[in-house]
Every structure is written in structure tokens, then in C-alpha cells.
């Protein structure tokens, strides 16, 4: 039975990450509108998801994992980002009418449930091959994610700078920042970002409601649209929340480090708290950055997993679990009516584009600047600096975004290969 359900995990995990309705890694869901909007092709999106998932899974999902009977929800679903992105998905409305789509969604479905099955199995060989190579690249390259989610908190004060000029902008970044500084000073880090992005948006609707430029538009053309790529896939979101919850009832799957050592000791109680602590505190990221991107989170907001552990079977645990999970994703669009309510001009919502793929851009190149000077100190630098500015003047470039990955993994293939002809030596 427990191969059965992590089978499945695995398989809509993958399912979900192929359509675009639902990502693990908070680092790739601001990438998704990117890949959907038509500004970034398929192959880039998902060399884009590679470099900023896989170094986590090798570093921290699955070596988590192997240490305990209970399988830590990161190992098995920003694998299964990897796995659905990486193969064909048209954004249509009838993708099952699609032979390229079906046949995406199907080996999204195989190969995603296999690798539940692999990692429940044990896949401390894998681990150990990759970290038996000349150059360790895995430990630098969770440094490619990092600045992500940082960076894209910043884009409502960006929104503002364009929108209301550059005192405003500036004046909603300083807010911005003091409060997830204050967050983070009373102990509350957990929850800093995610302050911090909900100052900036409030500050995005102060300005709009004084703003008194005639009003053609409003917040909500961007996020209203947005949510509807949830509210339409509502049932595949139902599905997977009724298999998480059983996942967890079960023991087989949970949420976070400190939650899965409880429940490995035996400690429901301490386990059904900690679950609950940290889905309260993980509202503000993964609920924002869903609205902001139409993409939701696998794992839904992490209520859950605590209902799975409270339900007394595993039938209920899955009736909760698809009702929690629906429940979540349905609540986006009531936020999304309340920015409808809002006047604003129509320029916001090219504002709120724009402001994320600049970020995301600057992000990204960033955080693959420091994965490729971890892996190799100086030759990094080289590569991912040139090659990024090479790029400008290819003649059929790859978009800004894709850059940087693409050049952290040539730069971990190269120092490897160089290192076993003896060129280079860690």
C-alpha cells in the first residue's frame, strides 16, 4: 500500500508541475507565468527548474530521507518539478486532446510515480554517485535558488517606482525591508519574506485607491486571471490533496524536518503542532506568490499535512485532505475579488509583468554567479559573467532568465571533466 500511494504522490506531483497548475519549489513559481506568457520556451523553463531544483533534492530532500522510514515532502516533490517541467506541455485549454500534450502528461505521470517508488526504495547510491565526483558541484549549486524568492518580494515597490515614481518606490522598498528586519529581530523569520511582500502590495493598493489618474483597469486583470489557471484545475488540485492527506495518516510523507523527527520518534501531538505552526507561517509566501503567479503549491499552504495526521483513518485523511487542500487553493480567488474592487490604471497589470521578469532576471544570474564561483572559484565567474553577456549578441538568444543555469551546469560538467584529465584540482 505504501508503494501504491507514494506512487501516485509522485505521479500527480509531476502531473501537476507538467500543466503548470501546481510547483513545490517556491524559487520556480514566480518562472511559470514566464514559460505561460510566451516570454521563455519550453527547453529553458525547464533548464531553468533543473539548476534551481536539483542541487536541493541531492543536497537536503534525499539524504533527509534516507535517514528516516518517513519520506520529507522536498525530496520527492522538487523531483518531481524536475520531472514534469522537463517534459512537453501545450499551454492549451484541451490538453487532452493534444498528442504532444497527452503524451507529456503520461510520462510526467510514469516517470514521477517510478521515482516515488525509487526514492521509498532508497536512493542513497544515487546520492553517493554524485557526491563521489572529482568536484562536489551539489552543495554550491542551492545557492542558484536563494536570492529568488528575496528578490521577488521586491517587485510591488518596483510596481510603485514605475506606477507612482521613484520617492514612492523607494519609500515602500525602506517599509518593506524594516518590517521583515523587525520580523526577523522578534524571531519570526519564518515569515519575514512573506511580510514583506504583503507590505509592498498593500502599499501598491494605498497608491492605487489615491491615485487620480482616470481608471481603465484595475489590480485584478493580471491576478484574476492568474487564479483562474487554479480555479479551473480545482479537481486535479482536490485529488492530490486527498493523496496527500493519506500520505501523511499513513507516516509515509510529512511536511518539514522538525515535523517528520516527531513522527518518526512516535510524537503525533508534537508533529500535528509543528505542522500547523509552520502552515501558519507559510501563508503570507506560498498564498501571495500563487495569486501573483497563477501557479499553486503543490503541497497547498501545509494544512494538509495536518489534516492527514488528525484524521482517524486513512479515508477521512483523504476526504480532509482533498477538502483543506480545495479549500486553499479557492481562497485565492477571494482575494483576487477584493483587488478587483480596487480602482487603479490599467498599467499596473504591465507594471506587475515587467517588474517580475526583471527581478527574476536579476535573481537568478545572481544566484548562478554564486553556485558557479562555489563550484570553482574564479573559472565560475567566467563563465556564467561571459556567457550571460555573450548571449546579448547570439543571433537567436536564449531568453535572460535560462542564461544563467545553463552556464552552472557547464560549469559543473567542465570542472569535472577538467579535474580527470588533471586540469584542474580541488
Known amino acids: 500500500m505504501r508503494y501504491i500511494v507514494i506512487f501516485l504522490a509522485g505521479a500527480f506531483g509531476a502531473l501537476l508541475a507538467n500543466r503548470g497548475i501546481a510547483v513545490f519549489n517556491d524559487a520556480v513559481r514566480p518562472v511559470v507565468p514566464e514559460y505561460r506568457e510566451g516570454r521563455m520556451t519550453r527547453l529553458e523553463f525547464a533548464t531553468t527548474t533543473f539548476a534551481l531544483s536539483f542541487g536541493l533534492v541531492i543536497g537536503f530532500g534525499i539524504p533527509y530521507s534516507i535517514?528516516?522510514?518517513?519520506?520529507?515532502?522536498?525530496?520527492?516533490?522538487?523531483?518531481?518539478?524536475?520531472?514534469?517541467?522537463?517534459?512537453?506541455a501545450k499551454n492549451i485549454e484541451k490538453w487532452y486532446l493534444d498528442k504532444e500534450s497527452l503524451i507529456g502528461a503520461g510520462l510526467s505521470v510514469l516517470v514521477g510515480g517510478l521515482y516515488g517508488v525509487l526514492l521509498l526504495a532508497g536512493l542513497q547510491g544515487f546520492v553517493n554517485m554524485m557526491q563521489a565526483l572529482p568536484v562536489n558541484v551539489f552543495d554550491a549549486w542551492q545557492n542558484i535558488s536563494g536570492p529568488v524568492?528575496?528578490?521577488?518580494?521586491a517587485f510591488p515597490c518596483v510596481v510603485i517606482t514605475m506606477d507612482y515614481g521613484w520617492k514612492k518606490g523607494l519609500a515602500s522598498l525602506v517599509a518593506s525591508?524594516?518590517?521583515?528586519?523587525?520580523m526577523v529581530f522578534i524571531g519570526k523569520g519564518d515569515i519575514a519574506d512573506g511580510v514583506a511582500l504583503l507590505t509592498g502590495l498593500v502599499l501598491i493598493i494605498v497608491f492605487a485607491v489615491r491615485d487620480k489618474s482616470e481608471s481603465t483597469g484595475n489590480l485584478a486583470s493580471i491576478f484574476g486571471d492568474r487564479v483562474k489557471n487554479i480555479r479551473k484545475n480545482i479537481i486535479w488540485i482536490a485529488i492530490m490533496g486527498a493523496i496527500y492527506g493519506l500520505a501523511c495518516n499513513m507516516h509515509l510523507l510529512m511536511e518539514g524536518p522538525q515535523s517528520l523527527v516527531a513522527l518518526k520518534d512516535g510524537n503525533i501531538s508534537s508533529a500535528v503542532s509543528i505542522s500547523f505552526a509552520r502552515a501558519l507561517?507559510?501563508?503570507?509566501?506560498?498564498?501571495?506568490?500563487?495569486?501573483?503567479?497563477?501557479?499553486?503549491v503543490t503541497d497547498g499552504f501545509g494544512f494538509t499535512a495536518t489534516a492527514g495526521l488528525l484524521a482517524p483513518n486513512g479515508v477521512l485523511a483523504a476526504v480532509f485532505g482533498a477538502v483543506v487542500m480545495s479549500l486553499e487553493a479557492l481562497s485565492l480567488a477571494v482575494v483576487a475579488k477584493l483587488f478587483d474592487k480596487v480602482p487603479s490604471i490599467k498599467k499596473s497589470a504591465d507594471?506587475?509583468?515587467?517588474?517580475?521578469?526583471?527581478l527574476l532576471e536579476v535573481a537568478i544570474l545572481v544566484g548562478s554567479m554564486s553556485a558557479a564561483e562555489g563550484m570553482a572559484p574564479g573559472f565560475g565567474f567566467l563563465v556564467v559573467g561571459g556567457f550571460f553577456v555573450?548571449?546579448?549578441?547570439?543571433?537567436?538568444?536564449i531568453v535572460r532568465m535560462a542564461?544563467?543555469?545553463i552556464a552552472v551546469i557547464a560549469v559543473g560538467v567542465l570542472v569535472n571533466v577538467l579535474a580527470v584529465v588533471g586540469l584542474y584540482s580541488v
Do not use: C
Open 177 to 182: 525591508v524594516l518590517l521583515r528586519q523587525i
Open 149 to 153: 524568492i528575496s528578490a521577488f518580494i
Open 67 to 88: 535517514m528516516s522510514p518517513i519520506i520529507l515532502v522536498h525530496s520527492l516533490w522538487l523531483g518531481t518539478d524536475v520531472i514534469g517541467i522537463f517534459f512537453p
Open 403 to 405: 542564461v544563467g543555469p
Open 351 to 358: 507594471s506587475i509583468r515587467v517588474a517580475m521578469t526583471k
Open 390 to 397: 555573450m548571449n546579448e549578441y547570439f543571433k537567436k538568444p
Open 281 to 296: 507561517s507559510f501563508i503570507p509566501l506560498k498564498a501571495l506568490t500563487s495569486l501573483t503567479t497563477g501557479t499553486f
